[in-house]
C-alpha cells in the first residue's frame, strides 16, 4: 500500500467525496473542508462533539491526532510507555503507545508526552512526513514566512506533493495551531480506495523499449480520455502540458524533464483554486482505474 500511495504522491493528491450519514449542523457539504470532514467520518475516522457539531475550527491535540492517525494507517501494536502525564486509565493511553510503537512522534525527552497539547501545522506535516518518508519532488517550493528549521524539510515534501498549499501570498503558516477542519482536508488524502496491487519489478531490467512504451500509453490515455473529462481550456492545457513533456522526452532522452516539470507546476499553480482541485480529482481518478497503475510505478522508479 505504502509504494502505491508514494506512486500517486508524483500526481496532485486524492481527495474523497462521501455521502455520509452523519450530518453536523457547522459543516458544509460542498466545500473542500465538508467533503474531507464527512469522508473521515463516514468511515469511522473521526467524529463530533455528540450533539450534531463537529467544530471544523476547534485546534486538535496530539492524543485526538494519533488516535485518528492510528486509524487512518491502520497501527495496531503498541509499545511499552512510561509517560507521567498518560495515565493507563486515560481514553488515549493505547493510541498513544500504538503512535510511539509506530515511530512518527516521540515524547519530548522528560517522561512527557503532552496529549493535551495542541498541534501546528508543521508538527502535522513532520508526523506524515514520518510515516510515508516523503520524495522531494523536483518542483519548486516558495515559502514566504518562518518555518522551524526541524521541521522545513518535511513541510517542502508536502508542499512539493501538492499534500499540502501556502496561501495565495506564500505563507503557510507553519506555526499556527491546525484547526480539526484542516486537518481532516489534509488526512483525507491517505484513505484511499481500494488500489491494484502491482507486482515487483527490478528497474535494471526496465529496457528503453518498454519505457517508451509505457510512455506512450499514458500519453493516448491523457489525450484520448483525461482531456474530455473537463470543459475548463486552462486545466486540458495543463493535462496537454503533461503529455507534450512526455513526448519530448521519448524524442530526445537527454530532454529537460526536470525543469518542464517546473513549469507545468508553475502552470498548475496560476489555475484558480477551484480548477486546481478539479484538476486533482481527474488526475488521481485518472490514474487509479488501474489501467495506468503498473506503467506510473515504473516511470515513478525512473523518473525519481
Not at 22 to 28: A, G, H, P, S, T
Not at 36 to 56: D, H, Q, T, V, W
Not at 293 to 301: I, P, Q, R
Amino acid at each position: 500500500m505504502k509504494k502505491i500511495v508514494a506512486l500517486l504522491l508524483i500526481l496532485p493528491a486524492l481527495f474523497i467525496n462521501a455521502n455520509a450519514a452523519v450530518q453536523f449542523y457547522d459543516v458544509k457539504t460542498n466545500t473542500e473542508g465538508g467533503r474531507a470532514i464527512y469522508a473521515l467520518s463516514e468511515k469511522g475516522i473521526i467524529a463530533g462533539y455528540g450533539n450534531g457539531f463537529f467544530g471544523p475550527e476547534d485546534t486538535l491535540t496530539r492524543a485526538q491526532a494519533v488516535k485518528i492517525i492510528n486509524r487512518i494507517f491502520l497501527y495496531e501494536t503498541p509499545a511499552d510507555i512510561e509517560f507521567t502525564d498518560v495515565p493507563r486509565d486515560a481514553w488515549y493511553y493505547n493510541d498513544v503507545a500504538i503512535a510511539v510503537n509506530a515511530g512518527y512522534i516521540k515524547g519530548y525527552g522528560n517522561s512527557l508526552f503532552g496529549p493535551e497539547d495542541t498541534l501546528t501545522r508543521e508538527q502535522v506535516c513532520v508526523m506524515l512526513d514520518n510515516i510515508m518518508q516523503f520524495t522531494m519532488l523536483p518542483v519548486e517550493v516558495a515559502i514566504n514566512d518562518k518555518v522551524s528549521p526541524w521541521a522545513a524539510e518535511s513541510v517542502k515534501k508536502m508542499l512539493s506533493n501538492f499534500l499540502i498549499e501556502t496561501d495565495e501570498n506564500g505563507f503557510f503558516r507553519a506555526t499556527e495551531e491546525i484547526t480539526r477542519e484542516e486537518t481532516c482536508i489534509i488526512l483525507s488524502q491517505f484513505v484511499l480506495s481500494e488500489l491494484p496491487e502491482i507486482p515487483p519489478f527490478d528497474l535494471n531490467t526496465v529496457e528503453r523499449k518498454e519505457l517508451e512504451g509505457r510512455l506512450i500509453r499514458i500519453i493516448t490515455g491523457i489525450r484520448q480520455d483525461l482531456v474530455n473529462r473537463t470543459e475548463v481550456p486552462e486545466i486540458k492545457a495543463l493535462f496537454e502540458s503533461i503529455a507534450v513533456n512526455m513526448e519530448k522526452y521519448l524524442a530526445d532522452p537527454s530532454f529537460d524533464y526536470k525543469s518542464q516539470a517546473e513549469l507545468t507546476e508553475k502552470q498548475y499553480r496560476n489555475l484558480i483554486k477551484e480548477h486546481r482541485k478539479e484538476a486533482k480529482n481527474l488526475l488521481v481518478n485518472f490514474f487509479l482505474d488501474g489501467k495506468y497503475t503498473e506503467d506510473l510505478d515504473v516511470l515513478y522508479e525512473f523518473f525519481f
